[in-house]
């Protein structure tokens, strides 16, 4: 099947907590599209589920990661970067078959001072900023080598008022949801 646009995400381009409607939603609007999102994708799984698809896009959206960072607070012992981003790549390396148009959205910066206690974690864990600014410089650096688009939502969002665009440390409101949306219509549409 062929879409105008699509995405594959995590809960923030699912919509959690907003009654499953997110910025994606907004901008798919009176267009076909699809939206292969879910909460607490992590890169592998969207690895999977793009290996799957058999669509062809127009645009393509890939909005993940988050939740490959998250950390127990005692120790930063995550996959490692360098794990994470050619998992990374061969998602790219797939949606160049997919799609005409590729765009990276960058991770949001996190509210740190409500971590490590999350009521949707289910244990207690972490992220700083500096982890998230460091992992966005890496998925500018496969966007310019993949000829994809990448959405610095992350210095958008940072010059927000973080509290009145959260829910919680993550996931946005309906505020942050119409507020990514309106940095998206600036570069999509």
């Not at 699509?6 to 699912?14: K, T």
């Not at 698809?53 to 990661?65: C, E, P, S, W």
């Amino acid at each position: 099947m062929n879409y105008e646009i699509g995405v594959y995400g995590d809960s923030i381009a699912y919509g959690y907590g907003n009654e499953n409607i997110s910025w994606f939603d907004m901008l798919s609007n009176r267009k076909k599209g699809i939206k292969h999102a879910q909460n607490g994708e992590k890169i592998v799984d969207v690895l999977r589920k793009i290996r799957e698809d058999k669509n062809h896009y127009q645009t393509l959206i890939i909005a993940v990661g988050i939740n490959d960072l998250l950390h127990p607070v005692d120790c930063s012992d995550t996959e490692s970067m360098s794990m994470l981003l050619d998992k990374y790549k061969k998602i790219l390396e797939i949606a160049h078959l997919k799609t005409n148009k590729i765009f990276i959205q960058s991770l949001l910066p996190v509210r740190e001072k409500l971590f490590p206690k999350q009521d949707w974690l289910e244990n207690e864990m972490s992220v700083s900023n500096n982890e998230i600014a460091m992992f966005n410089q890496n998925l500018l650096k496969l966007a310019e080598d993949y000829a994809g688009f990448y959405l610095d939502a992350l210095n958008k969002f940072a010059s927000l008022s973080l509290s009145e665009n959260y829910m919680d440390a993550v996931h946005l409101n309906s505020l942050g949801q119409q507020n990514l949306f309106r940095i998206y219509q600036t570069v999509c549409m």
